[in-house]
């Protein structure tokens, strides 16, 4: 992975799990039991029989609240008719839950939360596949969450097509004196156009478009309503056109990072598909009803489900 690209998506190859990437040294180790794994922020290790029940897991979901954990894993459990519903016993971090062959977990607000879902997540991953790097890379994974539209109306649904930094630059990591690595932040386009397949007969309004991951959701996000301001009207104006301008349709606090780490293995298939709250370009407070934000978080999974209906029920 070089240290010094920043494409965006160019890298982005898709179906070939790329091996160099995998911490092999440790994960490999916990493969023949050398080694256990403890998933600290989930509560389970890989010696806890309760992961026997997940060997079979073909989707990995992720939203910001664990209570939106609850809600899905509970419609999906009626969908696709599996009764049974698996809790990790820990939540104090991160809510999980599994059923009909998908996890779905909380990540929390931001990168560094999230980061730490998806790292373990990933590691989880390939435990239960026994490294088959085939099934590994059959495994789809998704944000699914809220985000503030750049010219778009509460309500609309964005997939993305890249999660860049504020910068529109993909995620990228310091690395003491090594310099900065860079990442892809890329979401494949055959995901992206499966999911808007198989939502084609639906009214919502779904858009592709660049996404913007902020590490603050006041001052990076240019707000104006913030305990800091830096920012005036007109530069708040100013960067948002110029996202705009740039393709970019949404703005939230996890998916550059989320693209890059997937990438880094090399996944095939996942995706991000986030609800917008509000239009930043007429506001910066999120003012919308409970009932409305719930019915806006409701149309992104419906946009999930009508993919993962498709994707694991259909064949
Ligand atoms: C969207 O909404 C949260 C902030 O309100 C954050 O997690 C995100 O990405
Ligand atoms: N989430 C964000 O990160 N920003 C918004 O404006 C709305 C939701």
Same mark, same amino acid.
């Given at each position: 992975m070089p240290r010094d690209g920043r494409s965006v998506g160019e890298r982005h190859r898709g179906g070939v799990i790329k091996t160099e990437n995998i ?37 990995i ?57 998806v790292?373990?997540?990933m ?10 790097l085939v099934?590994l890379d059959d495994v789809f994974w998704a944000r ?15 997939v993305s097509e890249a999660g860049v930094m504020?910068?529109l630059q993909p995620y990228r ?8 690595y860079w990442f892809d932040g890329g979401f494949p386009a055959q995901t992206r156009a499966d999911i808007l ?11 592709e478009g660049k996404t913007i991951a ?8 240019? *707000? !104006?309503? =913030?305990?800091?301001?830096?920012? %005036? ?5 100013? &960067?948002? +056109? ?5 393709g970019v ?5 996890e998916g550059a990072m989320l693209a890059a780490y997937l990438n880094s293995w090399g996944f095939s298939s996942f995706a991000m598909i ?5 239009? *930043? !370009?007429? =506001?910066?407070?999120?003012?919308? %009803? ?5 019915? &806006?978080? +409701? ?17």
């Open positions: 911490n092999h040294e440790f994960l490999d180790a916990v493969l023949d039991g050398s080694q256990v794994d403890v998933y600290y922020h989930f509560g389970v290790a890989s010696d806890d029989p309760i992961l026997d029940r997940l060997r079979g897991v073909r989707a979901i992720m939203a910001g609240s664990g209570d939106r954990i609850k809600e899905f894993a509970e419609r999906w459990s009626a969908m696709s008719g599996d009764p049974h519903i698996v809790a990790f016993p820990k939540e104090d971090r991160f809510v999980t839950r599994y059923t009909g062959g998908v996890l779905f977990c909380s990540h929390g607000m931001g990168m560094p939360s999230a980061s730490i879902a790292q373990e997540l590691r989880m991953a390939y435990f239960l596949k026994r490294g088959d099934a699914v969450g809220t985000s503030g539209g750049v010219g778009l109306p509460g309500g609309t649904i964005v504020p910068d990591l310091m690395q003491g004196g090594l310099g900065t397949a198989a939502n084609a007969d639906s009214d919502l309004s779904i858009v902020t590490n603050e959701f006041f001052l990076e996000q240019f *707000r !104006l309503d =913030g305990a800091i301001r830096l920012e %005036t009207a007109q530069t708040k104006q100013e &960067f948002l +056109e110029w996202l705009h301008a740039n349709r949404n703005i939230e606090m986030c609800a917008v709250l509000l239009n *930043r !370009l007429e =506001g910066d407070q999120v003012t919308a %009803t409970s009932e409305e934000l719930h019915r &806006f978080s +409701e149309y992104s999974g419906d946009v999930l489900f009508a993919y993962l209906q498709q994707r694991l029920l259909s064949s």
